[in-house]
């Protein structure tokens, strides 16, 4: 009995001697579909189409292949591929839904939000009781900042399918974005059930770590049931590619992956440190898949790396080829699982060494066979001490301090107090964190903070006008006049920073700390007053602090915290010492000091292809 494999070299002779033989042609179409070779297959029919035009079983050949092609695509990261499948299936069948759902998915991918949503719209007229549609249409809403309309389309997914898991943790996620509390506490009791009952359902790892009362263990085992789920074909492909490292080269070749390689707060914490690097012992790569903002900051990092490549058009598995092919020693992920994650590129393993560092607040979980995703997490003692190692699936790397810092930062002029919408005399308590981190809890604690502290204000930022509405009205209930609650519009990092002088405390956030927001702060001398927790997000300020040697103002518990923030307004001279002493301490302190970091994770590099070559 002859194999596909034989038939379809039998048909393709016939081809060979007569290149008009229609049925040869059908032949070899359907026996690609059968050995899964999806492109061949369309280029078969896409020509017995041109001929054919009125056949339409060869025009439903063509669509089943180029359907199947593009959902293969999509799922290795070809979302441009996958763009060009679906929308050339739509020339034949122009309101089928499931090739506009599929098409507004691939748009998703590549950046386009607004053109998936008009695709998803159109797909809800022709079926809109589809829970999926609804719920990836809110996915683009939320990403063009319509969070009220993503919030109602979640809402309707849910009430069409109630066991949509990943609907269901996009709706609280953005509830918490506008801080709208009510439900929080059971809603997130369901999904902390679902982590750990249901490894198929798709939890966002990002949302999880924001969500109140989630543990290390339980972020961990999210995002192992994340990247199982989420990365099994690319996996499987990586065994089958078994990339090979070659070594042709001296320098240890150190490349960083990113979507933020422009005007974004990473940008101000790893600029100087790859200007930093030691080019004697070190080859430095960036490989950007993020939009080119014509920034400045775009301008200087490109030329901080010694090779730049932007690689936003290729596919996850050319990605991968291209990094391979560069000679990479040690691949380190600076987006993790946060909303423009191609962390697909590193799960091909195209580098010996994979480290995830900076984008995500966490661990990234493991894979099928046990094996972490990434081999190290870079971290500090403060961060993770040596207890909480095994809710971490990648080996610890410590550094003197997490986090790197830019020394150049811009800084724009000071504006005034009155342009800032900000009382001449008060004092000023504030928080710039994103409005997600604010907890109803800690929200009730800062009230309790301002009703202790007459002539006060907290000083907060406008994220969102359904936060500002939501905050505005849960002070009121808790018997704080609206009037003390400021928000400081979204404005450049240059003049944000400049502002920073009026405030006199920074209220953090628990359990998702300030991060770059905190050194922020810091490197314009406003003393952070943090509450550290258990988890990574929750320990970030505390270990930042500890490094510009200002333990005290670390506290565990937000009686601790709300003590030490009514006493420090109501003693200036202890909150002056502080400032003092920050002021002292910052220029020598680890946090600040990018030339030792560079030399300690230059350092840290080394020991980790030692280890691998070993």
């Given at each position: 009995?002859?194999?596909?494999?034989?038939?379809?070299?039998h048909?393709?002779?016939?081809?060979?001697?007569?290149?008009k033989?229609?049925?040869a042609?059908?032949?070899c179409?359907?026996?690609?579909?059968?050995?899964?070779?999806?492109?061949?297959?369309?280029?078969?029919?896409?020509?017995?189409?041109?001929?054919l035009?009125?056949?339409?079983?060869?025009?439903d050949?063509?669509?089943?292949?180029?359907?199947?092609?593009?959902?293969?695509?999509?799922?290795l990261?070809?979302?441009?591929?996958?763009e060009?499948?679906?929308?050339?299936?739509?020339?034949?069948?122009?309101?089928?839904?499931?090739?506009?759902?599929?098409?507004?998915?691939?748009?998703?991918?590549?950046?386009?939000?607004?053109?998936?949503?008009?695709?998803?719209?159109?797909?809800?007229?022709?079926?809109?009781?589809?829970?999926?549609?609804?719920?990836?249409?809110?996915?683009?809403?939320?990403?063009?900042?319509?969070?009220?309309?993503?919030?109602?389309?979640?809402?309707?997914?849910?009430?069409?399918?109630?066991?949509?898991?990943?609907?269901?943790?996009?709706?609280?996620h953005?509830?918490?974005?506008?801080?709208?509390?009510a439900?929080?506490?059971?809603?997130?009791?369901?999904?902390?059930?679902?982590v750990?009952?249901?490894p198929?359902?798709?939890?966002s790892?990002?949302?999880?770590?924001?969500?109140?009362?989630?543990?290390?263990?339980?972020q961990?085992?999210?995002?192992?049931?994340?990247?199982?789920?989420r990365?099994?074909?690319?996996?499987?492909?990586?065994?089958?590619l078994?990339?090979?490292?070659?070594?042709n080269?001296?320098?240890?070749?150190?490349?960083?992956?990113?979507?933020d390689?422009?005007?974004?707060?990473?940008?101000?914490?790893?600029?100087?440190?790859?200007?930093?690097?030691?080019?004697n012992?070190?080859e430095?790569?960036?490989?950007?898949?993020?939009?080119?903002?014509?920034?400045?900051?775009?301008?200087?990092?490109?030329?901080?790396?010694d090779?730049?490549?932007?690689?936003?058009?290729?596919?996850?598995?050319?990605?991968?080829?291209?990094?391979?092919?560069c000679?990479?020693?040690?691949l380190?992920?600076?987006?993790?699982?946060?909303?423009?994650?191609?962390?697909?590129?590193?799960?091909?393993?195209?580098?010996?060494?994979?480290?995830?560092?900076?984008?995500?607040?966490?661990?990234?979980?493991?894979?099928?066979?046990?094996?972490?995703l990434?081999?190290?997490?870079?971290?500090?003692h403060?961060?993770?001490?040596?207890?909480s190692?095994?809710?971490y699936?990648?080996?610890?790397?410590?550094?003197?301090?997490?986090?790197?810092?830019?020394?150049?930062?811009?800084?724009?002029?000071?504006?005034?107090?009155?342009?800032?919408?900000?009382?001449?005399?008060?004092?000023?308590?504030?928080?710039?964190?994103?409005?997600?981190?604010?907890?109803?809890?800690?929200?009730?604690?800062?009230?309790?903070i301002?009703?202790?502290?007459?002539?006060?204000?907290?000083?907060?930022?406008?994220?969102?006008?359904?936060?500002?509405?939501?905050?505005?009205?849960?002070?009121?209930?808790l018997?704080?006049?609206?009037?003390?609650?400021?928000?400081?519009?979204?404005?450049?990092?240059?003049d944000?920073?400049?502002?920073?002088k009026?405030?006199?405390?920074?209220?953090?956030?628990?359990?998702?700390n300030?991060?770059?927001?905190?050194?922020?702060?810091l490197?314009?001398?406003?003393?952070v007053?943090?509450?550290?927790?258990?988890?990574?997000?929750?320990?970030?300020a505390?270990s930042?602090?500890?490094?510009?040697?200002?333990?005290?103002?670390?506290?565990?518990?937000?009686?601790?915290?709300?003590?030490?923030?009514?006493?420090l307004?109501?003693?200036?001279?202890?909150?002056?010492?502080?400032?003092?002493?920050?002021?002292?301490?910052?220029?020598?302190?680890?946090?600040?000091?990018?030339?030792?970091?560079?030399?300690?994770?230059?350092?840290?590099?080394?020991?980790?292809?030692?280890?691998?070559?070993?």
């Amino acid at each position: 009995m002859q194999t596909p494999e034989n038939q379809l070299k039998h048909y393709q002779h016939i081809l060979l001697r007569n290149p008009k033989d229609l049925a040869a042609q059908i032949e070899c179409g359907n026996l690609c579909v059968e050995l899964g070779r999806f492109e061949e297959a369309a280029g078969y029919f896409r020509r017995l189409v041109r001929i054919l035009k009125t056949n339409l079983n060869v025009r439903d050949a063509l669509c089943y292949a180029l359907q199947a092609l593009g959902n293969e695509s999509h799922a290795l990261g070809n979302f441009a591929m996958a763009e060009a499948c679906f929308s050339e299936a739509l020339a034949y069948e122009p309101n089928n839904a499931a090739y506009l759902y599929n098409l507004g998915n691939a748009l998703r991918e590549l950046g386009k939000p607004k053109e998936a949503a008009l695709h998803y719209q159109k797909a809800l007229t022709i079926t809109p009781n589809d829970a999926d549609i609804h719920n990836n249409l809110g996915n683009v809403q939320r990403e063009l900042g319509a969070l009220d309309l993503a919030i109602t389309s979640y809402q309707k997914a849910l009430s069409l399918n109630p066991t949509l898991f990943h609907a269901k943790v996009h709706l609280v996620h953005q509830k918490q974005h506008i801080c709208d509390w009510a439900g929080l506490d059971d809603d997130i009791t369901q999904i902390r059930h679902w982590v750990k009952t249901m490894p198929s359902a798709q939890i966002s790892p990002f949302a999880f770590l924001a969500m109140p009362g989630t543990t290390a263990e339980e972020q961990k085992q999210c995002a192992t049931n994340w990247v199982q789920n989420r990365y099994a074909s690319l996996i499987k492909q990586a065994q089958q590619l078994n990339f090979q490292y070659k070594k042709n080269h001296q320098k240890i070749r150190i490349a960083y992956l990113s979507a933020d390689f422009r005007l974004h707060p990473l940008a101000f914490l790893i600029t100087e440190l790859i200007e930093l690097h030691d080019r004697n012992q070190f080859e430095v790569f960036a490989f950007s898949y993020g939009v080119n903002d014509q920034s400045s900051a775009r301008a200087r990092l490109e030329k901080a790396f010694d090779q730049f490549i932007d690689i936003r058009q290729l596919s996850d598995l050319d990605a991968a080829k291209k990094i391979n092919a560069c000679e990479i020693d040690i691949l380190v992920d600076l987006t993790g699982f946060t909303q423009t994650s191609r962390t697909g590129i590193a799960a091909l393993c195209p580098a010996p060494i994979n480290v995830n560092w900076l984008g995500f607040a966490g661990t990234m979980g493991n894979l099928p066979s046990g094996k972490p995703l990434f081999d190290y997490l870079l971290t500090d003692h403060f961060i993770t001490p040596p207890e909480s190692a095994l809710h971490y699936a990648e080996q610890l790397v410590n550094l003197p301090c997490y986090q790197p810092n830019d020394r150049n930062r811009p800084i724009g002029i000071t504006p005034s107090r009155a342009e800032c919408g900000l009382p001449e005399h008060a004092f000023v308590f504030c928080c710039f964190n994103q409005t997600f981190k604010i907890t109803p809890e800690v929200f009730r604690v800062w009230m309790q903070i301002l009703q202790a502290t007459p002539n006060s204000v907290l000083w907060l930022l406008d994220c969102n006008v359904w936060a500002k509405q939501n905050l505005l009205r849960e002070a009121e209930q808790l018997e704080v006049s609206k009037e003390r609650l400021v928000f400081a519009p979204r404005v450049s990092i240059a003049d944000h920073l400049a502002r920073h002088k009026h405030a006199d405390l920074f209220l953090d956030t628990a359990p998702y700390n300030a991060h770059t927001t905190c050194s922020d702060a810091l490197w314009m001398g406003l003393p952070v007053l943090t509450c550290a927790g258990e988890t990574f997000a929750s320990r970030v300020a505390g270990s930042l602090l500890q490094s510009v040697a200002l333990p005290e103002l670390i506290t565990f518990t937000l009686d601790d915290y709300k003590c030490k923030a009514i006493t420090l307004a109501a003693e200036p001279q202890k909150l002056d010492a502080i400032r003092k002493k920050l002021q002292t301490t910052k220029n020598n302190a680890h946090l600040f000091n990018t030339v030792d970091f560079a030399k300690s994770l230059e350092s840290s590099y080394q020991r980790m292809l030692k280890q691998h070559l070993s």
